[in-house]
């Protein structure tokens, strides 16, 4: 797996977007041998941490580290430290190092049917819903931007513009610096509880 340019992993805080971040999720989700999605799942989740390494982590951190709610979108190195030992690293920088060399994490990451920025050529539109009934169409401008075309129920708005890097089916759809206007960056993530329901490439 290429490790992002964009975030130091001596920083103190990392961007909770990075595909970094969404492998330590999946590596978590396989340890524990099921998905994180209910509140009672980061409940459980804090639960395992606490028994396996007898430290705490609120469940609300889980629930802002998932997506589920709202908060920062950094993680602290402290948070990513606690996870990283709890899969059996001794720290975040050592569960990076052995993620540069393992081979599993792209297959595994898109492992559900969807897309990724290498299936489309700029000039595509994707097109993706989730519940309760959002529906969003995207311009692909290359190089891992899009422009959103169509926003029905979202709070995404035509005319907004993103970087993602994939839209998979049952996942949720990590959207970074998200541009409106003369606003100033943000991030979103839509679906966080379920997942996409629909991605297909479509002609507007």
Not at 118 to 140: M, S
Not at 149 to 172: S, Y
Request: net charge negative; glycine share 6%.
């Amino acid at each position: 797996m290429h490790i992002s340019k964009n975030y130091s992993i001596f920083a103190p805080n990392m961007n909770k977007y990075a595909p970094e971040i969404a492998t330590l999720r999946m590596d978590i989700e396989r340890e524990v041998k099921r998905k994180i999605r209910t509140p009672y799942d980061f409940e459980f989740l804090a639960g395992v941490v606490w028994e396996r390494l007898h430290e705490n982590i609120s469940p609300t951190t889980l629930k802002r580290l998932w997506g589920y709610i709202d908060g920062a979108d950094t993680t602290r190195r402290t948070t990513l430290c606690l996870l990283s030992r709890f899969l059996g690293y001794d720290d975040w920088e050592t569960y990076l190092a052995a993620l540069s060399n393992r081979t599993d994490v792209e297959s595994e990451t898109f492992a559900g049917e969807g897309l990724n920025i290498d299936d489309l050529q700029p000039g595509e539109y994707v097109e993706v819903t989730w519940l309760p009934n959002r529906r969003c169409v995207f311009l692909y401008e290359g190089d891992a931007h899009f422009t959103v075309t169509q926003a029905e129920n979202a709070k995404l708005h035509v005319g907004d513009r993103f970087e993602a890097a994939c839209f998979i089916i049952g996942k949720p759809l990590y959207i970074d610096r998200l541009v409106r206007g003369d606003e100033p960056p943000t991030a979103y993530v839509a679906g966080a509880k379920n997942g996409l329901l629909k991605v297909e490439r479509i002609n507007e």
